[in-house]
């Protein structure tokens, strides 16, 4: 009986002190920043301007889309966005003025046509990994930040300003988009 109740304190001990400070990834640990864009009006560079109706969606490497979270049809002056990490640029599409025309069949999403005019900017840069904890793993750090403006017939972005090169936290704005 005595050696059942070692036994026990024994695996108690070994469960209570397996796990190391690092196996739980804190919360308020260090993540992979998202790219803060914040909209101006380019008659009156200094101002912040809200855009109507603003979409935004990125682009995989087979030019499919892929939604964000965290953007949605609102008017707003500033978005965050990722930025991908398995290649060093990101497609991001911002639809102004967006609507969704459903072809008069509300229950079948696949006719749906997208209204709205569509800008297209790449985002270059040179991803870095940062190791943060065994728990947490790495982080992606983004340096060298360019942007490249698609120019189309109707463009309603007149143009872009990196003013954060580096995207390595979401404290500031990292670039300025005119319109």
């Known amino acids: 009986m005595k050696n059942k109740h070692l036994i026990y304190i024994y695996f108690l001990t070994l469960i ?29 560079p200094t101002e912040k301007k809200t855009v109507d109706n603003l979409y935004v969606v990125g682009y995989n490497s087979d030019n499919q889309i892929v939604t964000f979270a965290s953007t949605g049809e609102e008017t707003r002056d500033s978005i965050l966005v990722p930025l991908r990490t398995d290649v060093n640029i990101t497609k991001i599409g911002f639809h102004r003025d967006y609507e969704i025309d459903d072809n008069d069949t509300p ?37 060298d930040l360019v942007s490249n403006l698609e120019e189309d017939s109707d463009n309603w972005i007149l143009n872009t300003e990196i003013i954060k090169e580096n995207v390595e936290n979401e404290l500031e704005a990292h670039v300025k988009i005119y319109h």
């Open 107 to 143: 229950d079948d999403t696949s006719d749906d046509i997208i209204l709205g005019n569509e800008d297209l900017i790449d985002f270059g840069y040179t991803r870095s990994d940062v190791y943060v904890s065994r728990a947490c793993g790495f982080i992606a750090n983004y340096l």
């Open 16 to 44: 209570l002190f397996a796990c190391e400070k690092d196996d739980i990834c804190a919360e308020g640990s260090a993540v992979t920043p998202l790219l803060i864009l914040t909209f101006y009006d380019e008659t009156n």
